[in-house]
Every structure is written in structure tokens, then in C-alpha cells.
């Protein structure tokens, strides 16, 4: 019996069905791998972009720190010409060393050498600025290199003047080509202009680095003329700062210390090593291969082309490292890999399950090292970084923001984070914040963060939301940038811009003030001169009788004592400014001073029929100062009043004592002084009326003077008034001296009487009779004037017209008395007395000699008596103090007083 079995149905095992059940896995294997391969390659595409933009902003903020540092040193190079152009061409070392050291150059502006002033001057006043120099104090001051030149354009101020500056002082930068372009373009331009690569003159050391220079021209009046000609006529100087190329990028290197980048600069559009200012790579160092990301700017500063090199060091950060794209590959196999295995899987039994899982567990552990990864990079950006809900309640903040806020995870989870905001800004921010998250639209806002030192700092804030493919926010993602240095150099450069613009309005208001103090001064310095030509011209053309020549002798006179008094204030004011002014400080009965001043202005109160009234204390106290100067204070004070107050008023006069000082109060029924005048009222050449219709004359400087002549005697002085039309008061407190018991003291000379010269001068007395007195004067006028006024005395009088004539004449006639101009062509006074003194006395090198002279300066008087004058007389001088000194020094005073008694 046979049997028979079935025919298999399946094919037989073999390697066809084994490649058939290999060939869905092994497709989607294939599939998977390209497709890793391709999302591998795109996302390397995507970091190499990423990168090129990091690399492109680094490049963009090195260029924009660059203009921004040039435009700050530009804003203090217009500082300094604003308050040369405020101060006027001549301005001082001094001044200029005070504006320059508190800005602290060296610590808040690196890479700065200084601020400096390059003055022009013609070939004609070069003697006179190296003297000018030099009388400031800047010994051996004198204009470098040598050679004559139409004109000079030489370095007189630079500030902080150490070593390498003073190396600088004196040099004519005009005559170097590379400055010279730029100085001339800038002069043309009206514009900062920088130099190209140059050796400053200040490389005094062994090692000398290139740089470079930026000028900014000072004009006439401190505005830039229109035209190119105006310019070049009108240029002044200029204001400049020099810099040393590696000190002044080596800072700019400092300040970004994150920027992983190699740069180089070079003056031109040329790359080459004749261009080259600066490297950031130390000299010599080698090359790491060829650099991955490079790139070429060429920007303008100053009006001069750079080129700037920049390239990428090795360490540069990239956003995305070799191994997460690795991984990402890596990741993409292997999901490959799994998925082919599932389908394999599928074709096999379930003993695969275990291996399955195991594998399964091996990609979660992938997926936690990529979570890893994320929260690594997001780390390490500088930004303090969080992500919200859509609602808003913020889940996940970076290490660095609570490294930022010294916070908690639960102390910022949600909306915790309201505690490190400024309560002020709060508020505001929560509302823009909602209005956000409402509209689904980015958001942004700058305000500051509570760092966990207490200190605020400023941060742009920004968020994005990551949406669904219906437009539905899932999450948003929010940086906070720290921006507090940004907004301070914003800061910087506002206060710099309104320091420059207040300086601009400060050199206009003193530009004004100048031309209405010019015109006022020529109006009252013609005015008497008008006078005193018109009567002059009449008494000399046509025959008067002897009122009318009476008449016209008080005119002139009248108008040359007021002339004098105006050139008085004028030289008053000079001294001030300079700080020259010098007190004669001696105790003082003030009682005295002011009823002095009080007779010297009466008779110009009753020509007016103004009630003059005082209350003076004879027992006020004594004060220490100059008595001529404490007079000139109360005679300003009432004269002013005086003139201010219509015909039929009342000035009213007090002297009080008050605690420690005494008070001088001078108050009228005048015009007063309106509110919006009265605090200026003591500054020089200011005035309420300064139109050509105003009604009192004057320059404005009698209450300037009188400020500082009481400040000066430690005194202070103020001025009040209702208003216009009711009149004014001014208050001078002076402190009372402390009482010691003092010595008498007693004069070198027996006084002569005024009134006794008068008589003597008008024909009644014989004051000089048998003195001969040698009068020296290079002016005919002079020398006929005071003959005739010393031969009115029957002094008998020789002239000289010069210094050579007047020895002469000494040896042969021997004079009693020898009176002097200072001023003299070919030899001055000071050299005559110094010839005189060295002659033996019997050849009258004994001669008591007075300097009569225009020079009236304390230093000037304390000069003639040192070169051997015994008496100084300033000019003009009164005939009756001529005639004094002359008879001092003859020692006749004896005689004067008897024929005064006769």
C-alpha cells in the first residue's frame, strides 16, 4: 500500500524568497539614508549661512563701534572749537588745560593722544605769537621746522601735555604734504577731515607705531563762511586730536572681546603693507590655515577712505558643530535603520519583540542626549532666554537668566518673573505683553531688569511665537539682551551734541555782545571827541572875547575828563579780566570814603535839582582795602543814580553797620530796572537799552567794575527794584576789619594843598622858583604843555625830544628835577634813567627823575620805580599833581607852604 503526500505550496527556502522579504526593509533603508543624507546637507547649508550672518553682524558691529568712536572723538574736537571760537583766537594754555582735564581723555576716550589747537598766523606775526607763547609760560616756545612761509599753521595747545605732546608744541603741520591735504580739505569743506597714515611727531620712543590725525577748522566767529574763499580767508586754526593706530584699535579690540575675529586696516582702497595701520594679530604670528570666514569693507572717516580686512579666527563660534550635524545623519540612519527593521520585523516572528524594544530604548536615550544638546546651546547664547505658553505662563528660562536674577525655578515659573521689573515700568510692560500673546504678533520692548546685585541694566526684549499650520500660537520663544552700554554712549553723544550746541549759542550771545559793545564804544568815545575838535577848531578860526573862550575851554575840558573816565572803566575792566587788578589794602574809615564820594557827585545832583540825602554812620567801624578803589565803588553807585533819576528826584545814601560788615545802600526814584534785566545787571557790556535811541550813555561797565572791585574786598554786592519807573536799590556789604592797636604813621613828603597849586598855577604864587626841571618827550605837545605848566609855577624848564638830547643836556645844565616820558622811539625812558644812574653825581647821575607816562598799569609804576625813577605820574595829569611830584622832588615843599601862609 503506497501513500502519497501533499505538494508544498510555499516556494522552498532559498535566496530568492530571502531577497524578497529584504526588499521593503532594504527600500525604505535606502530611502531613510537619502533622505538623512539630504537633511544633513541642508542643515550644514543652513548653519554655513547662519554662520556667514554671525560673522557678517560681528563685521558690522566692529564697523559701527568704529564710526561711533569717531564720531564721539569729533564731537569733542567740536567742543574745543566751539570754545576756542567763544573765546577768541588767543585763548591761553591755561583755559584751554582747564576745558580739556576734566573730560579725562586718557581713561573715558582710549586711543586718543589729546585735543590740540593748530593756530594761523601770517609770516608777519610769527615773532609776536612765539612771544605771546612764551609770556604764557611755554618755555623755549618757537615754531618748528625752520624756513621762511606765507603762512604758518603751528601747534600751540595740546592737552594732557605730557612727554609725547610736548614734542609736538610748535610744529607747523602745513608743511608736511599728507597733513597738509588734510588740513586744506577740512579748511575748504568746512567738514572734519581725517589725515592718511603718518608718523606723529610724537613717536619719541625706539618703537614707533603709525597714525593718523582729524582736524576740524575754527573760523572767524566760530560759523563756517559759505564760499570756499571765505573759508580760506576767514580760517582761524584748527582743532585737532592725533592718534596712534594700535593704540586706538588695540581698545576697540578690548571693548569686543567676544568677537572671535582677526581684522586689519589699511588708509586707502590699497591692501598693502605701505597702507597698513594696524593688525590685531601681534607681528609675526603664523597664519591657522586658511581663515573659513573673510570679508573686505571699505568705509569713509572723516572724509578719508579705509579699508578694513576682517576674517574669522579658528575659534569661531559656529552655530551648529560637526557633531550635531553628524548626529542628525547619524539620527536619520538609524530611524532608517529602525524602520527598516520594523518592517522586517513584520516579515518575522514575534522573538524579535525583546530586540525590538532594546532598540527602541536606545532611541529614547538618543532623543534625551539631543533635549541635552538643546538646553546646552540655548545656555550658552549671551541672551537670558525663556519659552511660554500661549497663555503667557513661562515654563523654561536658561541658566543664565537665573544666574542674571539669582531667582529660583519656582520663584519665576509662571508670571513670577513681574519681581525683577522696575514697579514704574511694570505696568506698561504687561500690557504690551498681553496685547502680544492676544494678537499672536512678535513682541518687543526695551526696559530694565533688577540684576541679582540690586543694579538695574536696560535689555531689548524680544518674543516670537511658534505657530501650528492653522496660524495657532503653540509656544513662544523670548531673549533679553542686555543694551545699558549702548544706551549710554547714545546718552553720551546727546550731551556731547548739547554741550556742542551750547557752546555755538555762547559764541553767538558773546559774538553779539562784542559788536554791541564795539558800537556803543565808538558812539561814546566820538561823542566828547566831537566836542572837543568843534571848540578847538572855533577858538582857532574866528576871534572870540573871553566868555566865549571861557565857554569853550570848559567844554573841551568837560569832555576830556569824560573821555579819560571812559578809558578808565575800559582799562579797570582789563585788569579785572586778566586778573591782574592790584589793591593798595590799608585800614580804612569808610565814614570818609563815602562822604568824599557824596561831595564829588553833589554838584551833578543839584544841576539836576535831585534831593541827595544821607544817614552816615561815623562810627560804622574801619574795613581793610584800597580807599581810590572803595570811592570809585560808591561814586559809580551814585553817579549812576544820579543819572538814571529825572530832573526833581531823590538818591538817598546810607552807611549802616550790620552785625560784622557794613552796608552802603544807594536807592532812587529813577527808571528802575525790569524783572527780566535785573540778574544781569552786573555783567560787563550788558545794558537794558543798547538801541541808537536810548536816553543815558555809558558802556555798561560801571556796575561790572563795581561788582568785582567788592568782591575783591571780600565784599558782596546785590541790586533790587519793583520794576520799570520805580526806581532801584544797590547794597554793598564789606566785612569790618578785626581792631589792633596801630602805630601813627608818617608820610615820606609834606602834602601840598590843591589849593595852593591852583593858586599857584593861576599867577598868585611863586612855588617853583630857581627849580630847573629837564622835561623829555618824543610829542612837541606834550613837551609844550607841561613847560608852560611848570614855567607858570617860575620853574625854569629845558626840553628834550629824546633820550641822546636829554643826557646832553643833563651834563651841560644840571637840573634840579628831571621828568620823563616811558615811550620813546629808538631809546625808552627805562633806558635813559638806567644811563643816568650809572653817571657819577656830580655829572647829575643823582637827579631825582619822575616817569610821566600813558603806561598806567600797577606793574607799569612798580617798573619805572625799579629802573630808578623816584616818583611814577600816570597820563592825562592833572596840573596841580605835576606841579606837586616836581616840587616833592625838589624838595621845596617847605617853601609852598610858607608862601600859602603869605
Known sequence: MSSSQPMRTEPPPGPQRGWRSLGLPLLILATGVGASVLAAYYFASSAAQRDRQAFDRHVQRQIDSLARRVDTYIALLRGAAGLIASSGSDITSQQFKRYVDPLMLRTQYPGILGLGYSRRVDAEARDELTQAMRNQGVAGFHIWPEGPRSEYHTIVHLEPLDRRNQAAIGYDMFTDPTRRAAMERARDSGLPAASGKITLVQEIDEHKQPGFLIYLPVYEGGVAPDTVDSRRQQLEGFAYSPFRASDFFA??????????????????????????????????????????????????????????????????????????????????????????????????????????????????????????????????????????????????????????????????????????????????????????????????????????????????????????????????????????????????????????????????????????????????????????????????????????????????????????????????????????????????????????????????????????????????????GDAARLQQVVWNLLSNAIKFTPKGGKVQLALERINSHVEITVADTGVGIEPDFLPHVFEQFRQADGTTTRRHVGLGLGLAIVKNLVEAHGGSVRAASPGAGKGATFTVALPLMVVHEELPSGGEHPCISSDHVDHALAGGGRMLAGVSVLVVDDESDARSLIRRTLEACEATVFVAASAAEAVETLRRERPRVLVSDIGMPEEDGYSLVHRIRKLPPDEGGATPAAALTAFARSEDRRRALLAGFQAHVAKPVEPAELVAVVASLAGVTDRAGANRRA
Do not use: C
Open 251 to 624: 581698545s576697540m579690540a578690548r571693548e569686543d572681546r567676544n568677537a572671535e575675529i582677526d581684522f586689519e586696516v589699511y588708509d586707502g582702497d590699497a591692501i598693502d603693507a605701505d597702507s597698513l595701520l594696524y593688525r590685531s594679530t601681534a607681528p609675526g604670528s603664523p597664519r591657522q590655515g586658511k581663515p573659513r570666514l573673510t570679508s573686505v569693507r571699505r568705509i569713509t572717516i572723516a572724509g578719508r577712505p579705509w579699508t578694513i580686512a576682517l576674517a574669522a579666527k579658528a575659534g569661531f563660534n559656529s552655530s551648529v558643530s560637526v557633531s550635531t550635524i553628524a548626529l542628525i545623519a547619524g539620527g536619520g540612519v538609524l530611524v532608517s535603520t529602525l524602520l527598516a527593521a520594523l518592517a522586517w520585523l513584520e516579515e518575522n516572528s514575534r522573538r524579535k519583540t525583546e530586540r525590538d524594544r532594546a532598540k527602541l530604548l536606545d532611541a529614547n536615550a538618543a532623543l534625551q542626549q539631543s533635549e541635552e544638546r538643546f538646553r546646552l546651546m540655548a545656555n550658552s547664547i549671551p541672551q537670558l532666554a525663556w519659552m511660554a505658553r500661549p497663555d503667557g505662563w513661562i515654563f523654561w528660562y536658561n541658566q543664565r537668566w537665573y544666574d542674571y536674577t539669582g531667582a529660583t525655578p519656582e520663584q519665576m515659573e509662571g508670571w513670577g518673573w513681574q519681581a525683577v521689573h522696575d514697579p514704574a515700568e511694570l505696568p506698561r510692560i504687561v500690557e504690551t505683553w498681553k496685547a502680544a500673546l492676544a494678537a499672536g504678533d512678535k513682541w518687543e520692548d526695551v526696559f530694565p531688569l533688577r540684576r541679582h546685585d540690586g543694579q538695574m541694566r536696560w535689555h531689548l526684549s524680544r518674543a516670537q511665537p511658534l505657530k501650528d499650520a492653522a496660524g495657532n500660537a503653540l509656544l513662544w520663544f523670548g531673549t533679553n539682551t542686555d543694551v545699558t552700554e549702548q544706551r549710554r554712549a547714545a546718552e553720551e553723544r546727546e550731551r556731547l551734541l548739547q554741550a556742542e550746541q551750547r557752546a555755538r549759542a555762547d559764541a553767538e550771545q558773546a559774538n553779539r555782545l562784542k559788536d554791541e559793545f564795539l558800537a556803543t564804544l565808538s558812539h561814546e568815545l566820538r561823542t566828547p571827541l566831537n566836542a572837543i575838535l568843534g571848540w578847538a577848531q572855533l577858538l582857532s578860526v574866528t576871534p572870540h572875547d573871553n566868555a566865549e573862550i571861557a565857554e569853550g575851554i570848559n567844554v573841551i575840558e568837560r569832555n576830556a575828563r569824560a573821555q579819560a573816565r571812559l578809558i578808565e572803566d575800559l582799562l579797570d575792566m582789563s585788569r579785572i579780566v586778566s586778573g591782574k587788578l592790584r589793591l593798595d589794602i590799608q585800614r580804612l574809615d569808610v565814614a570818609e570814603i563815602v562822604q568824599a564820594a557824596v561831595q564829588s557827585v553833589a554838584p551833578a545832583a543839584e544841576a539836576k535839582e535831585i534831593r541827595l540825602e544821607t544817614a552816615i554812620d561815623r562810627h560804622a567801624g574801619p574795613v581793610r
